[in-house]
């Protein structure tokens, strides 16, 4: 994987659970700095809650 493709969590804002097609999704809202020094904010979607709520500041995941 190419560094360039992650990204780092600044803030979690809230966590959302949604149900799409009888699937239960975790949805994140973060705010991340990309390693071109760019912040954006989105959502980070799971399967798992447990997941969910332990993404945390400082966290790194691929954009």
């Given at each position: 994987?190419?560094?360039?493709?992650?990204?780092?969590?600044?803030?979690?804002?809230?966590?959302?659970?949604?149900?799409?097609?009888?699937?239960?999704?975790?949805?994140?809202?973060?705010?991340?700095?990309?390693?071109?020094?760019?912040?954006?904010?989105?959502?980070?979607?799971?399967?798992?809650?447990?997941?969910?709520?332990?993404?945390?500041?400082?966290?790194?995941?691929?954009r």
């Open positions: 994987m190419n560094p360039d493709q992650y990204c780092t969590v600044l803030n979690v804002i809230n966590v959302v659970g949604t149900n799409i097609l009888g699937l239960t999704f975790w949805g994140t809202s973060v705010e991340f700095i990309a390693d071109d020094n760019s912040i954006s904010a989105g959502i980070v979607y799971f399967l798992n809650k447990d997941e969910a709520l332990s993404l945390d500041i400082g966290n790194r995941f691929l």
